[in-house]
């Protein structure tokens, strides 16, 4: 999830309950005006994407040559009467040579809601790489694309999907009613599962073997996904990989409660770490055990109980290396954005929500409160709306003189989460889908100093999930880095042998 604006919505995401379910149906290739206007439209016409565009290509890495076959284009939803309501425009890449029916498939889906596939696009999975490390976390960076020796492409071809309001993709509805529908939880995968039908119908695909992708909210998107193309568009899937999910809101997002607390602590304790030297997961056992057990129990003893505080004061402050004093006022109750701007208040940083161990300067920092932006976040949407602009341009041969919504704010704002008494999960999509498939393989990824989407939630949660046999079909992997931990260079060639295991097999 990605945006500050989407902190209220938790992981780059935050919440309220179920959603509205509305499906956007039939789909196919869409149209496009001549060339000549492709993009531009009178006042009453809505603006449209240009023709699909083919392109070759060939990446010549130090290890082999990828030659491979690249598509810019969009897929047409229309509704039950067929009547238009979005383009959404997708980047797919295809290993020549390959035998289709036999040669996996991946649709690969960010988060937000409002973020573009560009993030795993030009972060991991593609054939070119915009370096996310080091100066280039800032704005004013170079948006230079370097060819991806972690690409994906050896073992799988990839499709980039933008959901509506994102990338190019865009709702040609008048009315505010398609809106509604494509921004909200229900009709959000309703109207996904369409796209990814109607790409592989047009491409003759069905009898590949399919995977899905997804980042943050794409995370949460991945095990409904799953479960609606089964169930409602005739098309199976066999393994998934969640990248940074939120798999149920209710335990990032309760105020009264102690899991949004207790989640967070061992990354507080991996951001601490990197103070000093490289974060492992080994060195954070005893916090997640104490995290699981003696913090939650203390915590229920309430304030008045003078001895569970202090202790939890102890060992919250040993374990955040935040100022005692802060910790005592706070009754070692410690949430994420006290975190973020406390951790480093001694240099007037504050820590990226998306990973703690990346600072910023405080714009207000003498005041009471202060408002930032992630300079994780935000730091990669400039040079990634750059380098996206350009590689479709350029290279892809396709060009609209739209803006390229790397990250757009009007979706998290407009997203309709629901008017359920609980908040939105997946987890029950993902036990349905386990249980229903012996063959399904699923893979959940998270960084270690991520504080939006805390590795500890995913594993306290699929802890809950039972080994529907043949084992080890559901697995964890955490990484070193923070939300994007593909961002650093370790990660994400583990993350790429992690993933070649799932999809081609050992």
């Known amino acids: 999830m990605k945006s500050r604006a989407a902190r209220a919505i938790a992981v780059g995401l935050a919440l309220v309950a179920f959603a509205l379910s509305a499906r956007a149906q039939d789909a196919h290739p869409a149209a496009s005006p001549p060339p000549s206007v492709a993009g531009h439209a ?144 229900g009709g959000d995968i309703d109207a996904l599962s369409v796209v990814v039908r109607k790409w592989l119908a047009v491409n003759e695909r069905f009898a590949s073997p399919k995977f899905i992708v997804g980042e943050s909210y794409g995370g949460f998107r991945g095990p409904r996904l799953a479960k609606a193309l089964t169930t409602e568009q005739g098309v199976g899937v066999n393994g998934m990989i969640l990248i940074s999910p939120v798999l149920d809101f209710a335990m990032m997002e309760n105020s009264d409660g102690p899991f949004p607390l207790a989640v967070r602590l061992p990354s507080y304790a991996a951001a601490a770490r990197e103070n000093v030297g490289p974060a492992s997961r080994e060195q954070l056992a005893s916090v997640e055990q104490y995290a699981a057990g003696e913090y939650l129990t203390d915590y229920l003893k309430g304030p008045r109980d003078a001895e569970a505080v202090a202790r939890m004061v102890g060992r919250v402050t040993d374990i955040s290396g935040l100022d005692p004093e802060l910790v005592r006022r706070l009754g070692g109750r410690v949430d994420q954005q006290t975190f973020e701007r406390e951790f480093d208040r001694a240099h007037g940083k504050v820590a990226a929500a998306y990973d703690a161990s990346v600072r910023a300067y405080d714009p207000s920092p003498t005041s009471n409160q202060s408002e930032w932006l992630d300079s994780y976040l935000e730091g990669f949407v400039a040079p990634l709306a750059s380098a996206m602009t350009d590689l479709y341009a350029r290279r892809l041969g396709w060009k609209t003189d739209d803006a390229y919504e790397a990250l757009n704010s009007r979706v998290s704002r407009g997203w309709d989460w629901g008017r359920g008494l609980r908040p939105p999960e997946s987890i029950e999509a993902l036990r349905q889908m386990l249980a229903l498939d012996p063959n399904l393989r699923v893979l959940v990824t998270h960084g270690l100093t991520d504080l939006q989407a805390p590795y500890f939630a995913s594993k306290l949660v699929l802890d809950q999930i039972p080994d529907y046999g043949p084992p080890g079909r559901l697995a964890l992997r955490v990484y070193s880095g923070g939300h994007m931990y593909y961002s650093r260079d370790e990660s994400r060639k583990a993350l790429r042998e992690d993933a070649r295991r799932l999809i081609a097999g050992p």
């Open 42 to 185: 009178s006042a009453n016409t809505p603006r449209r994407l240009p023709a699909d565009s083919v392109t070759e290509h060939s990446l010549a890495l130090p290890d082999r040559t990828l030659s491979f076959k690249a598509t810019a284009g969009a897929i047409k939803l229309s509704d039950e009467s067929g009547a238009e309501q979005a383009d959404v425009a997708y980047v797919s890449f295809v290993l020549s040579g390959a035998t289709p029916q036999t040669r996996p498939v991946t649709f690969v889906f960010n988060g937000g809601p409002g973020a573009a596939s560009a993030w795993l696009n030009l972060g991991a999975l593609g054939p070119w790489r915009l370096p996310m490390s080091g100066a280039a976390v800032y704005p004013s960076a170079t948006p230079a694309l370097v060819d991806n020796a972690e690409t994906w492409l050896d073992f799988t071809d990839l499709v980039f999907i933008d959901p509506p309001g994102t990338g190019y993709s865009k709702i040609v509805a008048s009315g505010d009613e398609a809106r509604k529908k494509f921004w909200s939880v």
